[in-house]
Antibody, heavy 116, light 111 residues
């Protein structure tokens, strides 16, 4: 069965960096676009970034451009999100999700807290 | 402010029918981009409920249905059950933003 498992969240100071990972299994990872979506505490869903199946094309929400970098390793069935220059408003649960739109599969999420 | 507008809350009694609206604009829903709907139970990841405007993934009861017209879309839930109490989100794509966009979410309360 399809599984997506995020890791790498934690507490980081403003201005700091964090790298999230998403381990995929149960499907041919290299066939699918992958995404990061986040949800601040008590708030709604916010799309963060998307990467093509080959990894050659990436897309970002405006507020994340220049600070976040999405990447993937198809040999390792893994998706990554490098987050730099973190701000308090980046505090959220970060989910990885499969697909271009209409995300059929989501991970359980990993919590990122940005605080001094 | 979300690009897609949803009512903050809706409610209904068990067995009733409720609808949740998702209002967009000419750069997203009105431009022909598909609308997708998610259900999020407390403390869990979102679950895809409707994709491509009106398609249900396997396992989703036919009590849930989606529709789209003009710059808006709707999610209808019939035969309301206590287990339907959750947050619901619509999603589409916006060509002006070149980004995937979500509605602000609607909390469904089963009375």
């Amino acid at each position: 069965q399809v599984q997506l498992v995020e890791s790498g969240g934690g507490l980081v100071k403003p201005g700091g960096s964090l790298r999230l990972s998403c381990a995929a299994s149960g499907f041919t990872f290299s066939d699918y676009y992958m995404n990061w979506i986040r949800q601040a505490p008590g708030k709604g869903l916010e799309w963060v970034s998307k990467i093509s199946s080959s990894g050659s094309t990436t897309y970002y929400a405006d507020s994340m451009k220049g600070r976040f970098t999405i990447s993937r390793d198809n040999a390792q069935n893994s998706l990554y999100l490098q987050m730099d220059s973190l701000r308090g408003e980046d505090t959220a649960v970060y989910y990885c999700a499969r697909g271009q739109e209409g995300y059929h599969y989501w991970g359980q999420g990993t919590l990122v807290t940005v605080s001094s | 402010q979300s690009v897609l507008t949803q009512p903050p809350s809706v409610s209904g009694a068990p067995g009733q029918r409720v609808t949740i609206s998702c209002t967009g604009s000419s750069s997203n829903i009105g431009a022909g981009y598909d609308v997708h709907w998610y259900q999020q139970l407390p403390g869990t990841a979102p679950k895809l409920l409707i994709y491509g405007n009106n398609n249900r993934p396997s396992g989703v009861p036919d009590r849930f249905s989606g529709s789209k017209s003009g710059t808006s879309a709707s999610l209808a839930i019939t035969g309301l059950q206590a287990e339907d109490e959750a947050d619901y989100y619509c999603q589409s794509y916006d060509s002006s933003l070149s980004a995937v966009v979500f509605g602000g979410g609607t909390k469904l309360t089963v009375l």
